[in-house]
Nanobody, 123 residues
């Protein structure tokens, strides 16, 4: 059973940066495509970014393209989300997810989920 634990969330000012980390245990993440999703209060969960098993392919939501970067270090069983030029609308709980298959953007395709980390961006 893969367990995912996110960290790195917090409070940032608009225009600032945060880096989220997701550490996996109970499995080798090189076997999994990894994704980041977020859910703001009163809104549905939405896709943010995903990375393939090798790290060779990445997908981004249009809303974060050019500002966020997803990366992975399989040796450390860790996936990262570097968030730059943060905006108040980036405020949400951010979730890390894993799927035993190719890279994907749909949350329903991911089997394992972390508990989430809160990101709050002030204007």
């Amino acid at each position: 059973q893969v367990q995912l634990v996110e960290s790195g969330g917090g409070l940032a000012q608009a225009g600032g940066s945060l880096r989220l980390s997701c550490v996996a245990s109970g499995g080798t993440i090189s076997n999994f495509a990894m994704g980041w999703f977020r859910q703001a209060p009163g809104k549905e969960r939405e896709f943010v970014a995903a990375v393939s098993r090798s790290g060779g392919a990445t997908y981004y939501a249009d809303s974060v393209k050019g500002r966020f970067t997803i990366s992975r270090d399989n040796a450390k069983n860790t996936v990262y989300l570097q968030m730059n030029s943060l905006k108040p609308e980036d405020t949400a709980v951010y979730y890390c997810a894993a799927r035993d298959g190719p890279i994907a953007t749909g949350g329903e395709r991911y089997y394992y989920w972390g508990q989430g980390t809160q990101v709050t961006v002030s204007s």
